[in-house]
């Protein structure tokens, strides 16, 4: 796809989003993409923002959700997937970002939704290790690969400090070959999509010896 295309495509899906956020979401703003540059961090540490789709919701469909589950997001920022997760049984919702000011749009977003169960917070990847009460993670796509690798091993040093069943859904999952080829996570569903980015899969992983 050609630069041309693709910026056009980008241009058109946004425009309709953000209508669409401010008709029926009370004037969230979910949508709207945003830059490294533009949130203040380099490309080493993260991915641009952009919104995780509705797909998350039919995916979700597919769990016994209870409100015995939590499940936090890696790489947040505006809280668009901590929004779907909402109409689910979660017991906890959470959610965090590397720009502070992702996670504070997240927060009112959440707030003109009177969405009094999801939270978002800073926090970075790399070195974020509080993941013991959670047993569902998500994430689309948030990071470049090192980090990466950094966080999946502090999710696994959390299984093994606190054992039990995890489940991992990643949207746009660059790095499947390295979730199913050097770590424990095996796959156990997958949703496609003609669209990569819009692609989902899902893993499991524990309980763990120490």
């Not at 809280?79 to 909402?86: F, R």
């Not at 949207?171 to 796959?187: A, H, K, M, S």
């Amino acid at each position: 796809m050609s630069d041309f295309i693709w910026n056009m495509l980008r241009r058109v899906w946004q425009a309709g989003a953000v209508a669409n956020d401010r008709l029926f979401r009370h004037g969230c703003d979910f949508s709207r993409w945003a830059t490294q540059e533009e949130l203040g961090f380099a490309e080493s540490a993260g991915n641009q923002y952009q919104p995780s789709d509705g797909g998350l919701k039919k995916l979700l469909k597919k769990f016994h959700i209870t409100p015995e589950d939590a499940i936090i997001d890696i790489g947040c920022g505006k809280g668009k997937a901590m929004y779907l997760m909402s109409r689910f049984p979660f017991g906890r919702i959470a959610g965090y970002d590397l720009s502070e000011q992702l996670a504070e749009t997240a927060n009112e977003n959440f707030q003109k939704l009177g969405l009094t169960g999801c939270r978002a917070f800073q926090g970075d990847a790399a070195v974020f290790d509080g993941y013991d009460e959670y047993n569902y993670i998500y994430m689309f796509n948030a990071v470049p690969e090192e980090v990466f690798i950094r966080t999946v091993g502090h999710i696994l040093d959390s299984v093994r400090r606190r054992p039990r069943v995890c489940v991992f859904i990643y949207l746009n999952p660059v790095y499947d070959r390295y979730l199913q080829e050097e770590t424990p996570f095996r796959l156990i569903g997958e949703q496609n999509h003609p669209i990569p980015w819009f692609r989902y899969r899902w893993y499991q992983v524990g309980p763990l010896n120490r």
